[in-house]
């Protein structure tokens, strides 16, 4: 397989509900709670690239474009954007679609990096 075609393979979607335990008092999905899925959304696609053990090392900048409202799907879409000997970037998209609704809008972007390692936890190639 291609490391384009991995690319393709590997795009991730990840779909949940904000449901009112998320939010904070503003009725809308902590920042903290969107980074979190964001970071575990990017983990699924950078393994499902690579198939190696892999560590979170940096997240770059993450765009709050819209408050998410509770009571509202939101749908994580993770893409690899750059592979390095040993590390990998994943940006990761959240768009909020209203539950009773058509349509779908971009509300948080953001890129993560990634570091596969060896079972000595040093870095290892993220491709043979």
Do not use: W
Not at 13 to 21: A, G, I, L, M
Not at 63 to 80: N, Q, Y
Not at 114 to 128: E, Q, T
């Amino acid at each position: 397989m291609t490391q384009q075609e991995r690319i393709v393979a590997s795009e991730t979607h990840v779909f949940k509900t904000v449901f009112p335990n998320t939010t904070n008092h503003h009725d809308t999905l902590f920042g903290g709670m969107a980074m979190q899925m964001m970071d575990e959304t990017a983990f699924i696609t950078a393994t499902r690239f690579c198939r190696k053990k892999l560590v979170t090392v940096s997240s770059d900048r993450i765009d709050f474009e819209l408050p998410i409202p509770a009571g509202t799907f939101i749908e994580l879409v993770g893409k690899v954007v750059h592979v390095g000997n040993s590390s990998i970037k994943v940006q990761v998209d959240i768009f909020i679609e209203q539950m009773y609704a058509e349509g779908r809008t971009k509300a948080v972007s953001g890129t993560f990096s990634l570091v596969a390692i060896g079972d000595d936890k040093k870095p290892i190639a993220i491709l043979d």
